[in-house]
């Protein structure tokens, strides 16, 4: 028990947002994520969409200020290019306010720990829940919604 304890003051320590060009535990935490994603096949897109998806979703609706929203937020990918983006472009983090959803608890887990990580506030909703069945943010107007196509399902 203590090794554990002295890894989550480790970790606790690491500044992951000092030096934003070197998110050093986000990147570990991206690069372990896609190589399970792969090891996983077509089940690991629950957890994880391609860089390059998330990186064109990101350009295309270019999300300045407001809220977004990702009905499937996986493990929360889509809201971390999104802050990059707002980075890149001189924009203000704190203009933007993020929501979400995720059905699966293990993926749920997942996306509150990547965005902690990086310090990102994010309202994912009080559990893991279907957003058709048990919408989280029922009254959410969002100026933005990031979701990715449903590549990795057969129906």
């Known amino acids: 028990m203590s090794k554990l304890a002295s890894l989550i003051d480790i970790i606790n320590n690491i500044n992951t947002i000092e030096d934003k060009g070197h998110d050093v535990v986000g990147r570990v935490y991206e690069y372990f994520l896609g190589e399970f994603a792969l090891a996983e096949g077509k089940l690991g ?10 990186n064109l979703l990101a350009n295309m609706i270019e999300p300045y200020r407001g809220k977004i929203y990702d009905p499937a937020c ?18 203000n983090k704190k203009d933007i306010s993020i929501y979400g959803q995720e059905f699966t608890a293990t993926t749920y887990k997942l996306a509150k720990m990547n965005l902690a990580i990086r310090g990102i506030s994010a309202n994912l909703g009080s559990v893991p829940a279907d957003t058709f069945f ?6 959410l107007k969002a100026d933005y919604i ?10």
């Open 134 to 139: 048990k919408d989280q943010h029922p009254d």
């Open 146 to 155: 990031m979701a990715n196509p449903p590549f990795n399902q057969k129906e």
């Open 74 to 91: 996986g493990s929360g990918g889509m809201f971390i290019q999104s802050l990059k983006f707002i980075e890149a472009h001189k924009g």
């Open 45 to 54: 897109g629950q957890f994880y969409t391609p860089k390059s998806i998330v």
